[in-house]
């Protein structure tokens, strides 16, 4: 069973950064792909970004070139850097990947940002 671990979520005002991190139980490189997703309350869950096993990256438009999708130096681990934050980024944050034909999922990290 694969475990997704989230964390750097939190508060901050309109203009600021966070970086959220996805640690996984078994290395990145046995994905297809890794992502982040977001959800509001009464909407569905949305793709904020995706980063394939070559290292090719997509964003959403909302956050395309405020939100930057990396891997950490070691094999377990991708972060999520957020800058130039509004409120309309507020949602809990969930970290994915992507195998066939399975999909696994993080519990998810909070991120609010204030006016």
């Known amino acids: 069973q694969v475990q997704l671990v989230e964390s750097g979520g939190g508060s901050v005002q309109a203009g600021g950064s966070l970086r959220l991190s996805c640690v996984a139980s078994?290395?990145?490189?046995?994905?297809?792909?890794m992502g982040w997703y977001r959800q509001v309350p009464g909407k569905q869950r949305a793709l904020v970004g995706r980063?394939?096993?070559?290292?090719?990256?997509t964003y959403a438009d909302s956050v395309k070139g405020r939100f930057t999708i990396s891997r950490g130096d070691g094999q377990n681990t991708i972060y999520l850097q957020m800058s130039a934050l509004n409120p309309e980024d507020t949602a809990v944050y969930y970290c994915?990947?992507?195998?066939?034909?399975?999909?696994?999922w993080g519990q998810g990290t909070q991120v609010t940002v204030s006016s």
């Open positions: 078994r290395s990145i490189f046995s994905f297809n792909a």
């Open positions: 980063i394939s096993n070559g290292g090719r990256t």
């Open positions: 994915n990947a992507e195998t066939s034909p399975y999909a696994y």
